[in-house]
């Protein structure tokens, strides 16, 4: 069984930011030596309906489809970032041994688990959270777990719509960042983010 440091369920804008937010921590802290990442998602995220007039610094008249590609291209960078199709249908366990399983059969194990699966349902079994009416939806019937800043328990996080950001994209992308960041400074014991400078002006 394929173990990582932190397992993300889902690669909407948020699951992905997580995901590249952690992984560009690699050569930043001691600590990233032994650390690697999966981004688990099933075929569909709401960026695939969109066209973007108001996402800064993408250009105007974008596909939401063009742009989760790019993103995803992007995320195949990073060597310790591994992007994985499947359902995931059953997750389980606590921190430093989260297990998830998929539709498909495979199994991977994580020290943290991070969801960030959308706002439509959360039908994934085994896991103890609160499903609650979505607090920022402008539709009925959305949802999202109960969290306290992205955290709903010791190595749990929830990112992007599931963690009841407005649906924006910069709103879900950026919920994702936060929560990459807090794990990250979990792992460093003080708070830390991930910048880069150029070398010359
Ligand atoms: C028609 C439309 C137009 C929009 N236009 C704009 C706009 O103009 N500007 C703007 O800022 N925002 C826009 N948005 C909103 C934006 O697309 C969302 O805010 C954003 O996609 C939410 O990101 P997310 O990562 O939280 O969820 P999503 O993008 O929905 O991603 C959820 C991910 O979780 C995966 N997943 C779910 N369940 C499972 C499971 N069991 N196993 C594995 N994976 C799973 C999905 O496959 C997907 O990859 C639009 C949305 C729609 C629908």
Request: proline letters at 4%; charged letters at 25%; aromatic letters at 8%.
């Amino acid at each position: 069984m394929e173990k990582y440091s932190v397992i993300i369920i889902g690669g909407g804008p948020a699951g992905l930011t997580c995901g590249i937010t952690l992984a560009s921590a690699e050569g930043k802290f001691d600590f990233m030596a032994d650390k690697k990442f999966l981004v688990i998602y099933d075929e569909y995220s709401d960026l695939d309906k969109a066209l973007l007039n108001n996402v800064p610094a993408v250009e105007k008249g974008t596909k939401g489809k063009d742009l989760l590609e790019k993103i995803r291209k992007q995320a195949e960078t990073y060597p310790k970032l591994n992007l994985k199709k499947g359902k995931v249908v059953k997750a389980y366990g606590q921190k430093g041994n989260f297990t998830v399983e998929t539709a498909e059969g495979e199994r991977f194990t994580g020290e943290y688990l991070v969801i960030a699966t959308g706002f439509h349902k959360f039908e994934i079994e085994g896991l103890d959270v609160e499903v609650v009416p979505h607090r920022k939806s402008p539709r009925p019937n959305k949802i999202m777990i109960k969290n306290q800043d992205g955290r709903v328990r010791d190595g749990l996080f929830v990112a992007g719509l599931v963690a009841g950001a407005p649906t924006m994209y910069a709103s879900a992308s950026g919920s994702g960042a936060e929560v990459a960041c807090d794990i990250l400074s979990e792992w460093a014991g003080k708070t830390v983010v991930v910048h880069d400078v150029p070398d010359s002006d």
